[in-house]
C-alpha cells in the first residue's frame, strides 16, 4: 500500500508539473526517477517501452501511411498545437470518451502497432495505454523513454501552432513559392532559427520530405505545417 501511495504521488507531481510537454525539460527531482516509476508501470502492464531510435526508425511507415504503424498523442490540445510527431493523432486522455467516437473511425485493426508518447515519462500516455488496452488493442508501445522525439526528428504542428511560432521569430518558407527550397537555402538563415515549412494538405508527403531536407541541413528546429497558415 505505501508503494502504491509513492506512485500515485508521483504522478500527480508529475501532472502538477506538465512533464508531457514538449517544453518541459525535466521533472522533480524525487526518490525514485520518473522514467523508473513510468517503466515500472509499463512492465506491470504488459507494455513494451521503445525511445526515440526506434520510433524515428518507423517515420518512413507512418509518414507513408503504409498501415503498419500509428502514433498517438496524449497529451492536450494546447500543448499538442506547439509541435508533435508527424501523423499523430491527438487523443488527450483527459478528453478519451469524447474523442475515441472519432478514433474508432480510422477502422484500425487491433494490432496495429501504436507508438504512445513523446519520449517523457508521461502518465497521460499510460491513461490511453490502459483504456485502449480495454477496447481490445493488442499492440501498443510505450514511447516514454528519452530521447524525446524533437530532439531527434522535425515536429508537425497545427495552424495555430504554427501562427504562434511565427510570432516569437519563427522564419515561414511557403512551399508555394520555393517548392525546391532554394530561396530558403540562399537566405543562409541563421541555423538557430526556428523554421516552419508550410505546404498544401495535398501534398503532404513532399511536405515532409523537405522538412527532412531542412532538418539535416542542420536546422533543428524545423516544424511542418500541412496546410494554410
Not at 61 to 76: E, H, M, S, W
Request: proline share 5%; charged share 25%; glycine share 6%.
Amino acid at each position: 500500500m505505501k508503494h502504491f501511495l509513492s506512485l500515485i504521488l508521483a504522478l500527480s507531481i508529475f501532472i502538477a508539473t506538465g512533464i508531457c510537454s514538449a517544453q518541459v525539460a525535466s521533472g522533480p527531482s524525487i526518490a525514485l526517477p520518473p522514467a523508473e516509476v513510468i517503466m515500472n508501470m509499463c512492465k506491470q502492464m504488459g507494455i513494451e517501452v521503445v525511445d526515440g531510435d526506434y520510433v524515428v526508425s518507423r517515420m518512413p511507415d507512418l509518414i507513408n501511411k503504409t498501415g503498419k504503424v500509428f502514433v498517438i498523442d496524449a497529451r492536450p490540445a494546447r500543448t499538442y498545437d506547439d509541435g508533435f510527431i508527424p501523423t499523430a493523432f491527438n487523443m488527450f486522455d483527459a478528453r478519451f470518451k469524447l474523442i475515441y467516437p472519432e478514433f474508432e473511425k480510422l477502422n484500425l485493426p487491433k494490432d496495429t502497432e501504436i507508438l504512445i508518447g513523446i519520449g517523457r515519462p508521461c502518465p497521460m500516455s499510460l491513461s490511453d495505454i490502459k483504456m485502449l488496452k480495454e477496447k481490445g488493442f493488442t499492440n501498443l508501445k510505450a514511447f516514454v523513454k528519452a530521447p524525446v522525439f524533437f530532439d531527434k526528428y522535425f515536429s508537425e504542428v497545427t495552424a495555430k501552432g504554427a501562427k504562434k511560432l511565427i510570432r516569437n521569430g519563427a522564419v515561414v518558407v511557403n512551399l508555394a513559392d520555393d517548392a525546391d527550397l532554394s530561396k530558403f537555402f540562399a537566405a543562409n538563415t541563421a541555423k538557430d532559427k526556428v523554421i516552419v515549412i508550410v505546404g498544401s494538405a495535398d501534398n503532404v508527403k513532399n511536405n515532409y520530405r523537405l522538412a527532412d531536407k531542412v532538418y539535416k541541413a542542420g536546422y533543428k528546429n524545423t516544424a511542418v505545417l500541412n496546410g494554410n497558415i
